[in-house]
Each structure stands twice: as structure tokens, then as C-alpha cells.
């Protein structure tokens, strides 16, 4: 099982099947949020007083640490760090726009992505055919 950690504090962001967030909306509003951990799974659940609505905005925080997590590559892309069983690192940039579905996984030069928005970042990489359809 991957672990996903912050990377400011290297807290551990998932527990079991959840990957825990906070996050702000635009109008100041704050929440918690649980992903999936696994990549291309775009299901959330929050509380039902955290209101999203389709193409908003939001920012990501680590709920331990509290640091923002956006990513200097884009603004409305999130950064993590994932963990696999190997021991390796990959990071994990995923698009902060509710309802946009861009993820990608990066180690070095390696990048691969997933998701029906994915094409919308990927000229931040030099992205292969051969790893264009799949993580
Ligand atoms: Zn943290």
C-alpha cells in the first residue's frame, strides 16, 4: 500500500482507504476534504455544509502541518509525495478545480498521468507517447 505524505512536514495524509485534506474555498470557507489514493478515482466525500461547486477553486492544505500544498508548477495544481512499497518516491500533482480530473505522477524525467483533464497541464512535462494513456 503507498503511503502519501506531506511534503513540508512528512505527515502521513492517508489512512486506510482516505486521503485526508483541508482546504479553503474562495469565499473563506474551510473543510475537510477525503480522496482516494487511488490515482485516477475522482470520488470525494466532505461534510454536507462544505458546498463545491463544479469548476471552483479551491486550496489545499495539509490537515497536519497546515502549510499550503499548491504546487510551484501551477497554481491549481496540488502536490504530494507518494511512497510505494519499493521505497520509491513519486510526486503526485493533482488539479485543485472541483471536478477536473488531471492527475500526474512524476519521478525525475518520468511523468505519468491519468485523468479526462490531464491534457490541460501536461505541457509542463515533456510527457512520451508510450506513457500517455495510463499511470
Ligand atoms: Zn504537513
Redesign the pocket.
Known sequence: MEDFI?P??R?HLRIGDDLIFSLKKKNNKKGLIILSPELGNYTYRKHEDLELEEGEELTFF?P??H?NLTSDVDKNLVKVIMVDEKGDRYEILFSDIVGEESTYKVKGKDVFKTGTDAERYQKYWDVPDEYKKYI
Do not use: L, T, Y
Open positions: 506531506c513540508i512536514c505527515g495539509c497536519i502541518c502549510a
